[in-house]
Structure formats: structure tokens, C-alpha cells
């Protein structure tokens, strides 16, 4: 396996846009071709949400475990890798929309919201998602509707709109940004872009117009971690991905992230981690 395998959406429109509701059983989980699907480890397409109706699901998102309890809302950006572990008898809503349909002011809150745990709706928030999604599944499955692909882009964008405020709303102390926010996300989402071929503060601080010692004061008063751990720990992430699931040699993913120098590669991943490259893939396959 030389990549971590993705997802792809429903290929019922070119619109970029998959939207469906299933019920899941515990028992087809156990015993059937289900399982091997849910429980391998895989990345997305889109920017996806699961809308957990009913029951309870423990996911695994980038090492992290998390039990899931409906209602309950459920984010994945296209880069995170994630897999179920178990189930109960469960009702989930998906949605998964690429970067291209997302209103731009929706995509950039998007990308301020990862990574996210999974968020616990209250009755009266998960009466009015879903209630627009029911909307909007009816609107995705009308394809005789002659507006059909702008109902469907603004449909899904206006449900996009109502999870993201989900979320927003529970960020209580950051419901307005100081200038230690604003600087902190703008650096996480430039360090998303660029975190292969730069490793250094002053690399991002020179494309951000400012001087190292801001950008280290605003992302520490922000995150509580000096920028050169944030890039540190967006390497770290990304090789401990690649270890996981995929057959790359170590020397292939340290090229991968844009380390020529494979020896100081080792040495990095070690000093993060308390183990070797090799000895994380081991334990973990084990």
C-alpha cells in the first residue's frame, strides 16, 4: 500500500458534493464486508460531516479515540485519517463538500476549525440541522429539478454554514478573536499549506510580514507551544500517518516531508515521539 487510501464521493453529480442518510445495525458491523470498510483507516474526499442521529460510535481520528454519542456532530478535514472501531445500532447524515463549492468565508472557517473534536448538539441545535438536511438530501436526490446543481451547492452551503456556527458556538472565550488568535490561526493555516518545504518560524514570519519574536508571542499567548513546536508536531503527525498506513520506508517518508537529510529525520521523529520510526510502526501493527 503506497498511499493512505481516500475516500472517494458518490459519483452521481460532478458538483463535488455527496449527501446521504443510512442506518447502520450492530451486527452487520460485526459480521459483514461493512466492517472492513468502516474500520479502515482511510482520509476523505471533502470536507465531511456525520450528523450522528442516533446511537453511539467510538472513531479514531489521527491517534486520537473518541466515543461518539448521538446527537452529535461529527468534522473531518480532507487530510485527516481516521477509521470506526465499534458501533451501536446508529442513524448518521453525511455530508461531504469540496473546496471548490464551499462559499470562501465557510472554507476559511473550515480550515480555522481543524483539528476539532467531535461536538455534542443540543435538542433544539440538532432540531434545526436536521431539519436542513432533510431539505437538502431531498433536494440532492431530485435531479429533475432544472436549477438542480445551484439548489444543491447553496443548499449544502447554507447547511455547512448552520454545523460550522454548531461549532463557533461552543468556543465560548474565542467567540472574539484577539490579535494573538487572528495571527495564531493565520500561521496554523500557512502552516498547513507549506509545512514540507518550511520547517523554520522565520520562514513564516517572513511570509506573514512579521518579526519571529510576534509570531512566537501570539501563537504562545494563542496555543500555549512555540511555532517551531507547531511545525514540529504537523511533521510529527503527518509521519506518524504515513508509518501507520502505508508501506513507505522510513527514508521515503522523511523525502516525502521534505527532509533530505534522513539521519536528522530519525533523530527528530525520536527525540518527538520516544521511539524510533520503525519501533512506532511495530507497536502499532503489532
Not at 8 to 29: E, V, Y
Not at 195 to 211: C, D, G, T
Request: proline content about 3%.
Amino acid at each position: 500500500m503506497e498511499k493512505i487510501p481516500v475516500n472517494p464521493m458518490d459519483n452521481t453529480s460532478s458538483l463535488g458534493i455527496a449527501i446521504d442518510k443510512n442506518d447502520f445495525k450492530k451486527i452487520d458491523f460485526i459480521t459483514t464486508a461493512e466492517k472492513e470498510t468502516a474500520i479502515r483507516a482511510h482520509r476523505d474526499e471533502g470536507y465531511t460531516f456525520h450528523i450522528l442521529e442516533k446511537g453511539q460510535v467510538t472513531i479514531e481520528i489521527d491517534f486520537k479515540t473518541y466515543k461518539v454519542t448521538a446527537p452529535a456532530i461529527v468534522f473531518l478535514h480532507p487530510d485527516q485519517v481516521h477509521c470506526m472501531h465499534d458501533i451501536d445500532d446508529i442513524s448518521v447524515s453525511s455530508m461531504s463538500i469540496q473546496n471548490e463549492c464551499l462559499n470562501r468565508n465557510y472554507l476559511n472557517l473550515l480550515q480555522d476549525l481543524t483539528p476539532t473534536a467531535p461536538l455534542p448538539l443540543t435538542t433544539e441545535t440538532f432540531k434545526i440541522i436536521s431539519e436542513h438536511f432533510s431539505l437538502s438530501l431531498k433536494l440532492y436526490r431530485n435531479k429533475q429539478n432544472r436549477l438542480y446543481h445551484l439548489l444543491v451547492k447553496d443548499s449544502c452551503n447554507a447547511l455547512a454554514a448552520l454545523l460550522i456556527n454548531a461549532f463557533l458556538s461552543d468556543k465560548k472565550a474565542e467567540d472574539s478573536y484577539s490579535r494573538f488568535d487572528s495571527v495564531s490561526m493565520s500561521f496554523r493555516k500557512l502552516l498547513e499549506e507549506k509545512y514540507v518545504v518550511l520547517k523554520r518560524p522565520s520562514e513564516y514570519a517572513a511570509l506573514m510580514h512579521i518579526s519571529v519574536p510576534y509570531l512566537n508571542e501570539c501563537v504562545r499567548k494563542a496555543t500555549g507551544l512555540s511555532a517551531s513546536r507547531l511545525i514540529q508536531d504537523r511533521v510529527i503527525l503527518e509521519a506518524k500517518r504515513l508509518l501507520y498506513h502505508t508501506d513507505k520506508s522510513v527514508k521515503e517518508i522523511a523525502f516525502h516531508l521534505g527532509y533530505a537529510d534522513y539521519p536528522y529525520f530519525s533523530r527528530l521523529f525520536s527525540k518527538a515521539t520516544g521511539r524510533t520510526a520503525m519501533g512506532f510502526r511495530n507497536k502499532n501493527i503489532d
